[in-house]
């Protein structure tokens, strides 16, 4: 099939930055965020010493999934991901609200590693926590991420280089450090009861938390040079090298930590354990770094459904502009830093988490059920097809809607009541056309 650009892409002014180190880096950053950081106590409430096979559990229950979104990353070179691929598969609508519900569930992710981030650093600055010290932090952390993203993709990509590299560091030294003074103690003997059945369901629906994000790195395809090798590369890579890395994390937590379980600091402990004070204070460095590439990471990608949205005319013109100068969708940035900061002044959204994970699982859900209305259309040489038919994108489906049984029913009412206001911002906008 000829890459010739749809009349959709030929409107985006956006440069073509991203290679597959870029790809790559927006995949791990969306996949490791804070949540690794508290994850492995929980992980072994549930299921002791088998908690390590858990992990690999949800690395297996993604795979579909992301082999789903590398198959349709590998179709298009315009900026959208989720948006494009329900938008052509089953209209505008679905498409809108797809578009909608991930710029909700990554804005409000966005808001709450933002508080994170203040209070790690009220770990070394206690002023940074409390009262007017804690609004301008929040307020120099969202305005200072949308300078970053105002000035370029480039400088984005630059800037996550930085702390990835850095949080990489502290992670797999910790690993290191555990297995070199620890030894064969960090391999678990498994010679506990197997926990029952719904503990094992518990701990996967917990961990399956530190495998969502990675749908962040097909929105910017329009900035990608070679997004139809580029996609699938650089998420299967991703999710390969994370799980691998959370794994390793989890047994030397445990060896390092025999009461795991009751640890509400993890990896703070474990360090701390292995390296004393000293590691404490490296870790925290680690957990600092790891939010704030983060958060690089979700607004660098939320940002461009906005402006893809715009030039769907599912939202005003004023999102889909773009700077004269650094080549960026600067309104879009400007809008998601202002909103971050005023949901982050309002204080904690923990309770909000389930509902960001409902919505990402509609848009697995939708994105798995394009591939085979898309496959017919876009099949040709140089992309990335499946085998098995619709074996793969069923095995998808069929993994998400068991993670919605799974959710609270307060999750369900609060993603139909953000649907319902989507719905209404579509219609006013198709009536405004």
């Given at each position: 099939?000829?890459?010739?650009?749809?009349?959709?892409?030929?409107?985006?002014k956006?440069?073509?930055?991203?290679?597959?180190?870029?790809?790559?880096?927006?995949?791990?950053?969306?996949l490791?965020?804070?949540?690794?950081?508290?994850?492995?106590?929980?992980?072994?409430?549930?299921?002791?010493?088998?908690?390590?096979?858990?992990?690999?559990?949800?690395?297996?229950?993604?795979?579909p999934?992301?082999?789903?979104?590398a198959?349709?990353?590998?179709?298009?070179?315009?900026?959208?991901?989720?948006?494009?691929?329900?938008?052509?598969?089953?209209?505008?609508?679905?498409?809108?609200?797809?578009?909608?519900?991930?710029?909700?569930a990554?804005?409000?992710s966005?808001?709450?590693?933002?508080?994170?981030?203040?209070d790690?650093?009220?770990?070394?600055?206690?002023?940074?926590g409390e009262?007017?010290?804690?609004?301008?932090?929040?307020?120099?952390?969202c305005?200072?991420?949308?300078?970053?993203?105002?000035l370029?993709?480039?400088?984005?990509?630059?800037t996550?280089?930085?702390?990835?590299?850095?949080?990489?560091?502290?992670?797999?030294?910790?690993?290191?450090g555990?297995?070199?003074?620890?030894?064969?103690d960090?391999?678990?003997?498994?010679?506990?009861?197997?926990?029952?059945?719904?503990?094992?369901?518990?701990?996967?629906l917990l961990l399956?938390?530190?495998?969502?994000?990675?749908?962040?790195?097909v929105v910017p395809?329009?900035?990608?040079?070679?997004?139809?090798?580029?996609?699938?590369?650089?998420?299967?890579?991703?999710?390969?090298?994370?799980?691998i890395?959370?794994?390793?994390?989890?047994?030397?937590?445990?060896a390092?930590?025999?009461?795991?379980?009751s640890?509400?600091?993890?990896?703070?402990?474990?360090s701390?354990?292995?390296?004393?004070e000293?590691?404490?204070?490296?870790?925290?460095?680690?957990?600092?770094?790891?939010?704030?590439?983060?958060?690089?990471?979700?607004?660098?990608?939320?940002?461009?459904?906005?402006y893809?949205?715009?030039?769907?005319?599912?939202?005003?013109?004023?999102?889909?502009?773009?700077?004269?100068?650094?080549?960026?969708?600067?309104?879009?940035?400007?809008?998601?830093?202002?909103?971050?900061?005023?949901?982050?002044?309002?204080?904690?959204?923990?309770?909000?988490?389930?509902?960001?994970v409902?919505?990402?699982?509609f848009?697995?859900?939708?994105s798995?059920?394009?591939?085979?209305?898309l496959?017919p259309?876009?099949?040709?040489?140089?992309?990335?097809?499946?085998?098995?038919g619709?074996?793969?994108?069923?095995?998808?489906?069929?993994?998400?809607?068991?993670l919605?049984?799974?959710?609270?029913?307060?999750?369900?009412?609060?993603?139909a009541?953000?649907v319902?206001?989507g719905?209404?911002?579509?219609w006013?906008?198709?009536?405004?056309?």
């Amino acid at each position: 099939m000829s890459q010739i650009p749809s009349s959709e892409e030929t409107q985006e002014k956006l440069p073509r930055n991203l290679g597959l180190w870029g790809v790559w880096m927006l995949v791990v950053n969306g996949l490791i965020g804070a949540g690794i950081f508290g994850l492995p106590s929980g992980a072994a409430a549930f299921a002791g010493e088998y908690s390590v096979w858990i992990y690999a559990f949800c690395a297996l229950l993604m795979l579909p999934i992301i082999l789903c979104f590398a198959e349709l990353g590998s179709y298009f070179r315009g900026t959208g991901g989720p948006i494009k691929y329900g938008t052509l598969a089953f209209g505008k609508f679905v498409g809108f609200q797809g578009g909608w519900l991930y710029y909700l569930a990554r804005l409000i992710s966005f808001a709450a590693n933002t508080v994170l981030l203040t209070d790690s650093i009220a770990y070394f600055f206690p002023i940074a926590g409390e009262g007017s010290g804690r609004l301008i932090s929040l307020a120099v952390t969202c305005l200072g991420l949308s300078l970053i993203n105002v000035l370029g993709s480039l400088e984005s990509i630059r800037t996550m280089t930085l702390f990835t590299v850095i949080k990489f560091a502290v992670l797999i030294g910790l690993i290191f450090g555990g297995f070199t003074m620890l030894g064969a103690d960090v391999i678990p003997r498994f010679n506990s009861p197997l926990p029952a059945g719904s503990d094992l369901g518990k701990a996967a629906l917990l961990l399956i938390y530190a495998f969502v994000g990675f749908e962040g790195a097909v929105v910017p395809a329009g900035e990608a040079k070679r997004p139809e090798r580029d996609m699938p590369l650089g998420l299967l890579l991703g999710l390969g090298i994370v799980a691998i890395l959370y794994m390793l994390i989890q047994l030397v937590s445990q060896a390092a930590i025999p009461d795991l379980a009751s640890s509400t600091t993890p990896l703070l402990d474990a360090s701390s354990a292995l390296f004393g004070e000293i590691g404490a204070v490296i870790l925290m460095i680690g957990v600092a770094t790891s939010v704030i590439a983060n958060l690089i990471s979700s607004m660098f990608s939320a940002t461009r459904v906005t402006y893809a949205l715009s030039l769907e005319n599912s939202l005003p013109a004023w999102f889909g502009q773009v700077h004269s100068k650094y080549l960026t969708p600067s309104n879009s940035v400007i809008f998601f830093g202002i909103s971050a900061f005023a949901l982050a002044a309002m204080g904690s959204f923990t309770f909000l988490a389930a509902l960001t994970v409902l919505a990402r699982l509609f848009l697995f859900g939708m994105s798995c059920a394009a591939v085979p209305v898309l496959r017919p259309r876009f099949k040709g040489p140089g992309r990335f097809i499946l085998k098995g038919g619709k074996l793969i994108p069923v095995l998808g489906i069929l993994a998400c809607i068991w993670l919605m049984f799974q959710v609270s029913w307060t999750s369900v009412w609060m993603t139909a009541m953000f649907v319902a206001i989507g719905t209404g911002l579509y219609w006013v906008g198709r009536k405004e056309k």
